[in-house]
């Protein structure tokens, strides 16, 4: 298992709110990424709320790896590390943080330079210098720009998750070759991404699948309504109304006949999104719980 963190996770906000307490919440959430064995995590806006200082010393002796491939200082250096490389499952991963393009308000001289080249760049050198096997890039950028990335990136990125506006949880989607993933919001679901590694070429998205085979069922089913209805029509208007209605269906049905036939073919290489809730059904931690009542008690607004 490869956890991964998408950024924008520490503050509930990108500028201070002047909370005494927002501090030792966000050192919190480190250490608790760190210890349930989080690899990584990009650098987002609600992530820089106290500056970069304070993520660097706060991350000091951790596993978890802060990235960002185009965050930097005045002198145009680099603050963090663009990548890291990890194996798991004998699979080898190349992992790419992103930050928002354009100025840190909460700290002078720190700038994200433009994402999708910083990022497509990074990935194409992990492919040829790393040999990774898949690259993911954790997408601390708004939406608009991840899908700029996953248009752009051509076989340089594999999945890109998005993290920003908070938009909460959906199905992936593939605009060109990458796999663009919609991460939750507000620390409220976990996403899974199980993947099957093998062959080359796209990952074939096996929830796509099934929805088209659920869709076939539903179609065939109309289609037999459509043809009765055809053969009991009494006049010609009718007969020709259900006939365009027929052909309709035809092309639909051949449609997903073919997204089934394609993720048959595609069954080395595929990915399967899905959703753990973190509702009242999901037992507490009861230390954590103690740690996080201490900073946010039961009853007060911000709990």
């Known amino acids: 298992m490869l956890v991964l963190d998408a950024g924008n996770a520490l503050f509930k906000s990108s500028t201070s709110g002047g909370d005494p307490k927002e501090k030792e919440r966000a050192g919190l959430l480190l250490e608790l990424m760190d210890a349930t064995g989080t690899t990584a995590?990009?650098?987002?806006?609600?992530?820089?709320?106290?500056?970069?200082?304070?993520?660097?010393?706060?991350t000091k002796g951790r596993k978890l790896k802060l990235l960002s491939a185009n965050l930097v200082d005045a002198a145009g250096k680099p603050l963090f590390s663009a990548s890291t490389v990890v194996t798991v499952g004998g699979v080898k991963f190349g992992l790419v943080g992103l930050s928002p393009e354009g100025p840190v308000t909460t700290q002078k001289g720190v700038v994200g330079r433009p994402p999708v080249p910083a990022a497509i760049a990074e990935s194409r050198r992990l492919r040829t210098k790393e040999k990774v096997d898949v690259?993911?890039?954790?997408?601390?950028?708004?939406?608009?720009?991840?899908?700029?990335?996953?248009?752009?990136?051509?076989?340089?990125?594999?999945?890109?998750?998005?993290?920003?506006?908070?938009?909460?949880q959906g199905v992936a989607q593939r605009n060109d070759f990458a796999v663009l993933?919609?991460?939750?919001?507000?620390?409220?679901?976990?996403?899974?991404?199980?993947?099957?590694v093998g062959g080359k070429g796209p990952f074939v998205d096996l929830s796509e699948t099934e929805r088209a085979q659920q869709g076939l069922k539903i179609l065939d089913s109309n289609l037999q309504q459509a043809r009765q209805s055809h053969a009991a029509a009494k006049d010609e208007k009718n007969r020709k109304m259900w006939e365009e209605t027929i052909a309709s269906f035809e092309a639909?049905?051949?449609?997903?006949?073919?997204?089934?036939?394609?993720?048959?073919?595609?069954?080395?290489?595929?990915?399967?999104?899905?959703?753990?809730?973190?509702?009242?059904?999901?037992?507490?931690?009861?230390?954590?719980?103690?740690?996080?009542?201490?900073?946010?008690?039961?009853?007060?607004?911000?709990?």
């Open 41 to 58: 995590m990009a650098v987002g806006a609600r992530d820089l709320t106290l500056g970069t200082d304070f993520l660097t010393r706060s």
């Open 135 to 168: 690259v993911v890039v954790l997408a601390a950028v708004p939406y608009e720009a991840a899908v700029k990335l996953s248009q752009e990136s051509g076989e340089a990125v594999d999945f890109i998750l998005q993290s920003h506006e908070g938009r909460g």
């Open 181 to 196: 993933v919609p991460t939750g919001e507000r620390g409220r679901q976990i996403g899974q991404l199980t993947l099957s």
């Open 252 to 303: 639909r049905r051949k449609a997903l006949a073919l997204q089934v036939e394609a993720g048959k073919q595609g069954a080395e290489r595929t990915h399967h999104l899905s959703y753990i809730q973190l509702s009242s059904s999901v037992q507490d931690d009861a230390e954590v719980k103690k740690r996080v009542e201490r900073i946010e008690p039961p009853g007060s607004a911000s709990h």
